[in-house]
């Protein structure tokens, strides 16, 4: 079975674009969860997707957004970018009932 | 607000010898906890969970032990070996039917020969 995927692997933007990141899920895993690492925040939750829906969503502003798809393929956004943006942008996908989260390898932001 | 903490951002230790990796959480809540595993440039990798109406799950060479009292939980990997050294991360989960973790910091264990 095909792991997540994420892409693109790695991004540099300048401030005040915007981005969008992908996530493709682990086949049959409804749910889509985006986390940001960095250092020394450790990996901080985004927003949760099932079914199309977002089902939860961490402290982050507006300006992170997300949607999924019918085949359960995620999209994150972020606009207006920051440099406080710069991170490690993780995925994890999981099953329904399942709590185990499995994660792609990320696609970094830098922002300059 | 860091509802989950891992207070040693860095651990050394002897090949052959133990690791213990701490973490402690201050949500009540909270009723699954999870030790993730994470390399440079990969994402985190699952390791072992434990249910909070449990006080220890264990899996080969790794163990995890929950106290509930103390909101405090650690794992411990035995025989500790070169190719553990990697970031740890505890992750709570108490979101009914989400899923929705809550990390700490993490912490870099390295194995020395």
């Known amino acids: 079975k095909a792991g997540v995927t994420q892409t693109p692997r790695y991004l540099i933007k300048t401030r005040g674009q915007q981005v969008t990141l992908s996530c493709s899920p682990i086949s049959g895993h409804r749910s889509v969860s985006w986390y940001q690492q960095t250092p020394g925040q450790g990996l901080q939750f985004l927003f949760e997707?099932?079914?199309?829906?977002?089902?939860n969503k961490g402290n982050f502003p507006g300006r992170f957004s997300g949607r999924q798809f019918s085949n359960s393929r995620s999209e994150m956004n972020v606009s207006t970018l920051e440099l406080g943006d710069s991170a490690l942008y993780l995925c994890?996908?999981?099953?329904?009932?399942?709590?185990?989260?499995?994660f792609g390898p990320g696609t970094r932001l830098t922002v300059t | 607000d860091q509802q989950v903490k891992q207070n040693s951002p860095s651990l050394s230790v002897q090949e052959g010898r133990i690791s213990i990796l701490n973490c402690d959480y201050t949500?009540?809540?909270?009723?699954?906890f999870l030790w993730y595993k994470k390399y440079p440039a990969e994402g985190p990798t699952f390791l072992i969970s434990?249910?909070?109406?449990?006080d220890k799950n264990e899996d080969g060479r790794f163990t995890v032990f929950l106290n509930k009292s103390a909101k405090h939980l650690s794992l411990h990997i035995v025989p500790s070996q070169p190719g553990d050294s990697a970031v740890y991360f505890c992750a709570a989960d108490g979101v009914q039917g989400a899923q929705k973790l809550v990390f700490g910091q993490g912490t870099r264990l390295t194995i020395n020969p």
């Open positions: 949500n009540s809540m909270f009723d699954y």
């Open positions: 434990i249910s909070s109406i449990k």
């Open positions: 997707y099932f079914s199309e829906t977002q089902r």
């Open positions: 994890a996908s999981s099953g329904q009932g399942i709590d185990e989260q499995y």
